[in-house]
């Protein structure tokens, strides 16, 4: 069975510029979450979609961050402009509803904004 | 709030020795607590969970955790240690509606 899929794996851009993350989660997982990793810490939830609905998206910064999840399979985080402090791991993982505690992870990018 | 903690951001073992990796937690509800591993430039990878059944809990790789709730804590351990072991390790707590928390985890630095 595939994992979830992140890519691009890492990404460097300049400040000010937009970026864009695509996730493909585990076939079959109705949930699907965005976290972000910066250095040395644990992951920190941004956005969670029960399908293609956002049910959670508290903690996502809405003035420059985007995310969406079209047909309730895969998902985009957009970053709209860039910023120095954005560069972290954008991780995304899945979940089925029958075992709704157990996420599983992607890889991750890795993004570095100069 | 809910949080965990884990104490030290890196341990250091030698093959062959005890591994013991702490999360301490803070929760107003029966928590359901979980341990990650991270391999360098990979996602994490669920090592055990306890969800209130059995508390003393086995993984894989050979890992287990025990929960104490007088101690607030579940803490993670393998009897031998090996090279492969090394790695970043999280300790997490679901807040309720599959929301996780995760502490700042700890490094795992093996030697031969």
């Known amino acids: 069975e595939a994992g979830v899929v992140q890519s691009p794996r890492y990404k460097i851009i300049e400040k000010k510029q937009p970026v864009a993350f695509w996730c493909n989660p585990i076939s079959g997982h109705n949930t699907l979450y965005w976290y972000l990793q910066n250095l040395g810490q644990g992951p920190e939830l941004l956005i969670r979609?029960?399908?293609?609905?956002?049910?959670?998206d508290s903690q996502l910064p809405k003035d420059r961050f985007s995310a969406e999840r079209l047909k309730g399979v895969d998902s985009t985080l957009k970053i709209q402009p860039a910023e120095l402090g954005d560069s972290a791991v954008y991780l995304c993982a899945s979940s089925f509803r029958s075992d709704a505690d157990t996420q599983y992870f992607g890889p991750g990018t890795r993004l570095t904004v100069l | 709030a809910q949080s965990v903690t884990q104490l030290g951001s890196h341990v250091s073992v030698s093959e062959g020795a005890l591994v013991l990796l702490r999360c301490n937690y803070s929760?107003?509800?029966?928590?359901?607590l979980f341990w990650y591993v991270q391999y360098p430039n990979q996602g994490l990878q669920l090592l055990l969970k306890?969800?209130?059944?059995?508390?003393l809990v086995k993984g894989i790789n050979g890992f287990e955790a025990e929960f104490k709730k007088s101690e607030t804590s579940f803490h993670l351990t393998k009897p031998s240690a090996h090279m492969s072991d090394a790695a970043e390790y999280f300790c997490?707590?679901?807040?309720?509606?599959?929301?996780?928390?995760f502490g700042t985890g700890t490094r795992l630095l093996v030697s031969p």
């Open positions: 997490a707590l679901n807040t309720g509606f599959q929301k996780l928390v």
């Open positions: 306890y969800t209130s059944a059995a508390t």
């Open positions: 929760s107003s509800v029966p928590p359901y």
């Open positions: 979609y029960e399908n293609e609905e956002a049910v959670d």
